[in-house]
């Protein structure tokens, strides 16, 4: 009898088709961006931000749901409406929200600058703020930043410089941020590679349906609008929409993306579910970073919820377990109080039966069928003391899922936002 060949031992495993880079917003081919210092608020703080396709580029755009909403927002929900941008303008040190007509003025005039430095239509400019709400814009020290920004934007020679660049427009958006938030990745097909970059910002003010927070997602893979928007709007729900630090949801959040087609070629069937992969991986991972970097926070929070009959149900119980005042305190605190987590999943407007919840801090079981159990404190102190908090809910009602992120409630969040103004 023949023996079986064992070619299958030859076999390598299949590399993942994506992979994380060093970079961020400028990585994809035909991208350019630059943060600059135009003294907006603090003269030492790179506070401008450009981002520049060098071809007009398929767009898409998620907003704030809250009602207030900042006056560049409104007019980059205007030029979004074509499904065309060229370039992203963003600044750090003011809102730009809450001020009338001089608001609407100040971001029409961010985009008409941005435009004629380079050369392109002003529809196809997006405006993004974030600082203070209701003081009115230095326009003419923004515009200046813009000015120099559209300069220094063409003097990268080679793509270390580029880079640092690109790192200086990260650094341009952050307020209270304590660390740089980018990315980059790249995705390799048989027709060539596909890159990924993006940038954010948020530490404070940041709530389910989009809290201060600010996004820029930049690809020179080629996707028709309509498919980038449906990606960005699904990506949105399971990333930065599942992030809370304060409960508060700000006038000024977005995340845009641009996509130029700048790679060459179209994604095939199975490279486009790659690519949807990558994208996600890359919204998470920002969402993450924004909730590692609450305002004053010491531990990062993370709330999976299971076994739910629905999704929506899975992502109201873990939104707000994650944006419980009193479950942030007692993980601050280091205290099991699984109550405080169950009581958080009961007025979640989840649909479920609170005798058939067991919950966990880490791997420590601390109440079963919606009961305590006997369960070590110091296990689950030991726990908590970590710097990174994992809890889980688990319900026997179906197969549903989702997870959220936040962090602990500090002494330091009330210091800092207690003098934000000056």
């Known amino acids: 009898m023949e023996k079986i060949s064992q070619k299958s031992e030859n076999i390598a495993t299949p590399k993942p088709k994506w992979s994380w880079l060093d970079g961020g917003i400028g990585i994809p081919q035909g991208f350019r961006a630059v943060g600059v210092k135009a003294k907006i608020k603090n003269p030492d703080k790179y506070d401008v931000a450009l981002v520049y396709s060098e071809v ?29 941008a060229q370039a992203m303008v963003a600044n750090s040190g003011n809102a730009n929200a809450c001020v009338g007509k001089p608001g609407d003025e100040a971001a029409w005039a961010m985009a008409t600058k941005t435009a ?15 600082g203070v709400i209701g003081v009115e814009m230095p326009v003419e020290r923004v515009l200046k930043g813009i000015e120099q920004a559209s300069i220094e934007i063409s ?128 919204c998470k991972k920002l969402a993450q970073e924004i909730a590692r970097d609450g305002e004053g926070a010491s531990k990062f929070l993370e ?24 479950v942030k305190t007692a993980v601050f605190g280091e205290d099991a109080n699984w109550g405080r987590i169950l009581a958080a999943a009961g007025y979640s407007g989840a ?53 959220a992120w936040g962090c602990d409630l500090t002494h330091e969040y009330v210091t800092i936002n207690g003098s934000y103004r000056t």
């Open 56 to 84: 007009p580029a398929q767009a898409a755009g998620v907003f704030t749901r809250n009602k207030v909403k900042a006056h560049p927002l409104i007019l980059t929900k205007k030029h979004l409406a074509n499904g065309i």
């Open 155 to 282: 003097q990268a020679a080679d793509s270390q410089q580029a880079k640092q660049a690109a790192h200086q427009a990260a650094l341009a958006i952050m307020t209270t941020d304590l660390t740089v938030k980018e990315v980059a990745c790249e995705l390799v097909t048989e027709q060539g590679v596909i890159r990924l970059g993006a940038m954010a910002k948020g530490s404070g003010m940041i709530h389910p349906n989009m809290g201060t927070m600010l996004g820029f997602i930049t690809t020179d893979a080629d996707i028709p609008a309509a498919d980038l928007q449906a990606l960005l709007t699904d990506a949105v729900e399971d990333s930065f929409n599942m992030v809370t630090v304060d409960g508060d949801t700000s006038t000024n959040d977005m995340v845009l993306v641009l996509a130029n087609g700048q790679a060459g070629f179209q994604l095939s069937p199975s490279d486009w579910a790659e690519f949807q992969e990558m994208f996600r991986a890359v």
């Open 116 to 130: 004629q430095a380079l050369g392109i239509k002003a529809e196809d400019v997006l405006v993004a703020s974030t």
């Open 303 to 326: 709330v999976k919820v299971k076994g739910t009959q629905t999704l929506a149900d899975a992502r109201l119980i873990a939104k707000s377990i994650c944006g419980s005042s009193l």
């Open 351 to 403: 649909d479920f039966d609170p005798e058939r919840v067991d919950i966990y801090l880490g791997h420590v079981l601390v109440a079963k069928d919606g009961q305590g159990v006997n369960f070590s404190e110091e296990e689950a102190k030991e726990v908590l003391s970590q710097k990174d908090i994992s809890i889980q809910v688990v319900l026997q009602e179906g197969e549903a899922q989702a997870t």
